[in-house]
């Protein structure tokens, strides 16, 4: 995390400056000459410009006057001024770039700081140094990396700053020790490894892990416990780049860290150091701690490959828990060499193993586990019987089905449910009875799922069974319903007709979707007789028509009593795109209610009025 947030300030140090500016792109087709000129413009954003574009000619005329304009009274030229220079990587500026390093502006001393790490001039080690210092992140940041980039003359000078009297400097000294990749520096970040300060002692970590010496071990472990959660995330990080196994079991007690990215840290550092850690993990699934026990689990699907014969061979482990976890680890990782191991842990008295073990039966999607499965579903346990049938339903075999029918039947609603939900997927004509004797079910997620698989297997024989249910008692199963009859298409017109008849909003709505023309008249009807909620339903229907005998009708809905049919009438209009609706819109704009006007302005719009135009006619006109 931490480097992200110094990335971004290392972004906005190069970014910052371009801000307000117009686009340089044309600038720097101009020739050298032309661009040093404009380094005098009275114009800011034109010298600012220059300043830029000469960084990207690499000509070394444009050294001179860009060292002048380090001194230019506007900081965004100075800023590019010092960032070009770098670009330009000519010693000359050494000085007058160590010189802006004390500029009153951040960008120009960070930038100032960064073309000195480009040109590598040990002149610039001791001011860079002293950059170190303060709060300014994007300043020691580039001052940082510019020692690093400096190399081996940076070294003794960043090694005597760890000594310093400013913790910014001997934070920021680590941070680049870590960068320069020097084992002489192992010592002397060890010793600064318990500094009172945080900044400190993580870049320290941090820099000891990247060095690669294993005689960090011992002291990173007990940094694993440090009061700051950065500085003990960086030793874990750190810990696992040096990928010695002395760390494992310091780092799987870290794994019930307080800290949630801390533990992140301690699983990755765990997979880094690899296969000497899959055992202990495997231990650490039997930990009192349910966040070790979480966290070891994570680790070990996180190996990979690595991790499945020992939690193969945890599922034979004395400890329940072991083998609950390693059941759940290898529904994971995808192998089905687990397959048959899985399918003996089917019979396991413990409830959570032999739920782990079915649900990754059915994330193996391995067909073998089908019959054992299904002979899984005799269980007494009924919330382990539900595992059961969604995995039967992942599996997508069609020797599910029958059983898969049997329990929906099952006495408890959660089975049948998803029951339901599995045998829809296999999608099998046999279900379509027992799915429409369950439309009838007391659960509502059995009627809704029933309806839905009946929408999809697309048999004329529930047509009927799904017009009744259209008025079921909760309004999700009843819009399932008229969906699935949708799916049905021109068979679902005639007794969708028939039921509009007997105000049903649903009829309406699925009628507009199917878009047969039979529907118009009826429609029409029910715009002028059906209860409220059928009327809005017909006015968004018969947009969908896109039939003209709705236009009249729809123009007289504009006067109905419910707002929402005439909400509904004035989008129908715009739709229709019938002249003869204009009059009526206009006058809609005066509607009682703000959400009718607003749409019969948008329907205006569609139909090309505009408010204003001349005796209020559209703008133009519309074949």
């Not at 999700?476 to 008849?501: D, F, R, T, W, Y």
Request: proline letters at 3%; aromatic letters at 4%.
């Amino acid at each position: 995390m931490k480097r992200l947030l110094l990335a971004l300030l290392l972004g906005m140090v190069l970014v910052a400056p371009v801000l307000g500016l117009q686009s340089a792109a044309g600038e720097k087709t101009k020739d050298v000459d032309s661009l040093i000129k404009d380094l005098r413009d009275k114009n800011s954003t034109v010298r600012a410009n220059a300043a830029e574009a000469l960084g990207a000619n690499n000509d070394s005329r444009a050294v001179g006057p860009l060292i002048q304009a380090l001194n230019d009274t506007d900081n965004t030229v100075r800023m590019y001024a010092a960032w070009s220079l770098g670009r330009l990587n000519d010693t000359r500026a050494a000085e007058p770039l160590i010189k802006a390093m004390n500029d009153e502006r951040r960008g120009v001393k960070a930038n100032a700081a960064r073309s000195l790490g480009y040109l590598k001039d040990t002149r610039a080690v001791g001011p860079l140094i002293l950059a170190l210092a303060g709060e300014d992140y994007m300043v020691q940041f580039q001052a940082a990396h510019a020692l690093a980039n400096i190399g081996a003359p940076s070294l003794e000078p960043l090694i005597r700053a760890l000594g310093d009297k400013d913790g910014g400097i001997r934070g920021w000294a680590a941070e680049a020790l870590g960068e320069l990749n020097d084992t002489r520096a192992v010592e002397p970040l060890i010793k600064v490894i318990g500094d009172k300060e945080q900044l400190v002692r993580g870049y320290a970590a941090e820099a000891l892990g990247k060095l690669g010496d294993t005689r960090a071990v011992e002291l990173l472990i007990p940094v694993l416990r440090d009061e700051d959660w950065i500085v003990r995330c960086n030793a874990a990080e750190a810990l696992g780049k040096l990928g010695d196994t002395r760390a494992i079991g310091p780092l799987i007690r870290v794994l019930g860290d307080k800290d949630s990215n801390v533990q992140g840290w301690a699983v990755g550092a765990l997979v880094k150091i690899g296969s000497h850690s899959v055992e202990p993990l495997i231990h650490a699934l039997n930990d009192e701690n349910s966040t070790v026990r979480l966290n070891a689990a994570n680790a070990l699907v996180k190996m990979g490959s690595r991790s499945v014969e020992p939690l193969i061979q945890a599922l034979k482990n004395e400890n329940s828990t072991v083998r609950c976890s390693a059941a759940n680890a290898l529904g994971e990782l995808n192998d089905t060499k687990a397959v048959g191991p899985l399918i003996q842990a089917l019979n396991e008295k413990d409830r959570c193993i032999r739920g782990n073990a079915a649900e990754a039966l059915g994330k193996l999607g391995d067909t073998r586990a089908v019959e054992p499965l299904i002979k899984a579903l005799n269980d007494g346990d009924s919330q382990f019987r539900v595992v059961v049938v969604v995995s039967l339903g992942e599996l997508n075999d069609t020797r599910a089905v029958e059983p898969l029918i049997k329990a929906m039947n099952d006495t408890n609603s959660s089975v049948r449910w998803n029951a339901a939900e599995s045998l829809g997927e296999l999608n099998d004509t046999r279900a379509v009875k027992p799915f429409i004797k369950a439309l009838k079910d007391n659960n509502t997620d059995v009627r809704g799922y029933a309806a839905k698989a009946l929408g999809d297997i697309k048999d004329t024989r529930a047509i009927g069974p799904l017009i009744q249910t259209l008025n079921d008692e909760d309004w999700a199963v009843g819009l399932i319903a008229a969906n699935a009859l949708v799916k049905m298409g021109s068979h679902s017109v005639e007794p969708l007709i028939q039921a509009l008849k007997y105000n049903d909003s649903n009829a309406a709505w699925a009628l507009g979707k199917i878009n047969d023309t039979q529907a118009v008249d009826p429609l029409i009807q029910a715009l002028n007789k059906g209860d409220w909620r059928v009327r809005r339903d017909a006015a968004e229907a018969l947009s969908m028509m896109n039939d003209t005998r709705a236009v009249e009708p729809l123009i007289r809905a504009l006067n109905d009593t419910d707002n929402g049919v005439r909400w509904n009438a004035a989008k129908s209009l715009g739709e229709l795109n019938d002249t003869r609706a204009v009059e009526p819109l206009i006058q809609a704009l005066k509607d009682n209610n703000s959400d009718v006007r607003e749409r019969a302005a948008e329907a205006l719009t569609k139909l090309g009025w505009k408010q204003g135009s001349a005796q209020g006619q559209r703008s133009s006109p519309r074949a």
